[in-house]
């Protein structure tokens, strides 16, 4: 049946997709105000006392030294749309509750393209999200060169997909909106702080080195260190590949167990 689709069909029906995202976001103003009060106290507060007692040495990509405010941005970029990852994937869990995931699934359409829609639909409230942060920080005098609010878009894309395809990953383990929130808690805090968003990996590698492998490994330090080079406009090759191949990973897991032959649905389906 999908041979029968039409170029215009794909275009409606990823329209569609993306125009309930965007009115799920216009209609709860208070996400947004939450997505943006998180990194702004963070910007504002903490990074006003850690000014003070965290040194920081000329790393790459800066060229100089820098305060604090400046190293954290990237983090709290990047924190923004795990965030909003997460939160994109707690509407499929209810979708899932009320049936209209069911109804979504059934669809001509292939599996992959769904939930890709619905990926790409969350990345650009994502983006919308950090660009506003990014204006407020400019008047915190966080302000990165010119071209790097162009060259960041693309690692912004990237690092959001990723972030949101591991969110969909996630939402197809949870039966229950209940659990979720959870998951959420056990899944984002880690992942945040055991990471380069608040902290250069060589300082965490002299008070504990395992602390900095397990850093090293986390796919949102790489997520952090995308953006953070983009931002100067530079590229980082590891970053770049570890997040690509996570992304791939994620959404595939995600891709096979919203299969109502396999993941969840078997599950349910045989333990009824």
């Not at 029906?13 to 105000?33: D, S």
């Not at 407020?136 to 060259?151: E, H």
């Amino acid at each position: 049946m999908s041979r029968r689709l039409t170029p215009r069909m794909w275009l409606t029906a990823f329209l569609g997709i993306a125009r309930r995202e965007t009115l799920r976001f216009v209609n709860q103003r208070g996400r947004f105000l939450a997505a943006l009060v998180r990194p702004l106290v963070w910007l504002f507060i903490f990074a006003a006392g850690f000014r003070a007692v965290l040194g920081l040495s000329i790393t790459p990509p800066y060229q100089t030294y820098v305060l604090y405010e400046v190293y954290v941005t990237p983090g709290l970029c990047a924190m923004i749309q795990l965030f909003n990852g997460m939160q994109s994937s707690l509407s499929m869990v209810h979708d899932r509750e009320t049936g209209a995931m069911r109804t979504l699934l059934v669809s001509p359409f292939p599996r992959w393209f769904l939930l890709a829609s619905k990926l790409v639909a969350g990345v650009i409230v994502s983006i919308i999200q950090v660009y506003t942060f990014l204006a407020i920080a400019w008047f915190w005098d966080v302000r990165p060169p010119a071209i790097g609010y162009l060259a960041v878009l693309p690692a912004l894309f990237l690092s959001g997909l990723m972030l949101g395809a591991m969110g969909l990953f996630l939402s197809s383990a949870i039966r229950q909106l209940e659990n979720f929130a959870g998951v959420m808690n056990f899944v984002i805090f880690p992942m945040f702080f055991a990471s380069s968003a608040l902290y250069p990996l060589w300082r965490m590698n002299e008070s504990s080195p395992l602390l900095h492998d397990i850093c090293a490994v986390n796919p949102f330090t790489h997520a952090v260190e995308l953006v953070r080079f983009a931002l100067y406009a530079r590229f980082d090759l590891l970053s770049f590949s570890v997040v690509s191949g996570c992304l791939i990973l994620f959404f595939a897991g995600a891709v096979v167990m919203y299969d109502p032959a396999k993941g969840l649905w078997a599950r349910r389906k045989g333990g009824a």
